[in-house]
T-cell receptor, first 113, second 117 residues
Framework: GESVGLHLPTLSVQEGDNSIINCAYS??????FIWYKQESGKGPQFIID?????DKRQGQRVTVLLNKTVKHLSLQIAATQPGDSAVYFC????????????FGKGNQVVVIP | DAGVIQSPRHEVTEMGQEVTLRCKPI?????LFWYRQTMMRGLELLIY????????DSGMPEDRFSAKMPNASFSTLKIQPSEPRDSAVYFC???????????????FGPGTRLLVL
């Protein structure tokens, strides 16, 4: 059987520090991006989204930055808390006219108390 | 708001048995998505519906998998016969497009953890 699993990039961060999670996308036509958080044993939860006509969007303790020139998306979490420990996925809408999303592989964030 | 509801939350079955997973999307949402998540392949889109009509089922692994959406508030994903390699977490998600604002945000259910022995 298969024994090699998906090795997610892991970010270990001290509680109280800021976290930055990065995501590269490949389709320059993508016009909508979302960050999801998935805690162990749960479904992905919406965190924040951004449209391609924006460079930055802020939420509560989170900021999403979009660099269309290099097709890069990042999620910044301020004052990281233990409850922020999770896998974070970026997703993009590549298909105009429908709601389909393409998901990245995910980034594991581990908060050290 | 109850969110997306999935049942059962856990399912253990034996190889060869039929498995039916159920999903109730958020009321008013007109898109419904079925995903499978495994350690090997991450989150994979299996099929999605718009206004109860299947739009793209290219992600469905093989003929053993089928999905239906008989009405706007209910969908099923069926595996018959099930195999050990079908063991995964299956998520349902829903979203909508409003007349004033296009919102592609998908809201996920808690998932069904399937183990096929």
């Amino acid at each position: 059987g298969e024994s090699v699993g998906l090795h997610l990039p892991t970010l270990s961060v001290q509680e109280g520090d800021n976290s930055i999670i990065n995501c590269a996308y490949s389709n320059s036509a993508s016009d909508y991006f979302i960050w999801y958080k998935q805690e162990s044993g749960k479904g992905p939860q919406f965190i924040i989204d951004i449209r391609s006509n924006m460079d930055k969007r802020q939420g509560q303790r989170v900021t999403v930055l979009l660099n269309k020139t290099v097709k890069h998306l990042s999620l910044q979490i301020a004052a990281t808390q233990p409850g922020d420990s999770a896998v974070y996925f970026c997703a993009e809408n590549r298909w105009r006219g429908n709601n389909r999303l393409a998901f990245g592989k995910g980034n594991q964030v581990v908060v050290i108390p | 708001d109850a969110g997306v509801i999935q049942s059962p939350r856990h399912e253990v079955t034996e190889m060869g048995q039929e498995v039916t997973l159920r999903c109730k999307p958020i009321s008013g949402h007109d898109y419904l998505f079925w995903y499978r998540q495994t350690m090997m392949r991450g989150l994979e889109l299996l099929i999605y519906f718009n206004n109860n009509v299947p739009i793209d089922d290219s992600g469905m692994p093989e003929d053993r998998f089928s999905a239906k959406m008989p009405n706007a508030s209910f969908s099923t994903l069926k595996i018959q016969p099930s195999e050990p390699r079908d063991s995964a977490v299956y998520f349902c998600a829903s979203s909508f497009i409003s007349s004033r604002e296009v919102r592609e945000t998908q809201y996920f259910g808690p998932g069904t953890r399937l183990l096929v022995l």
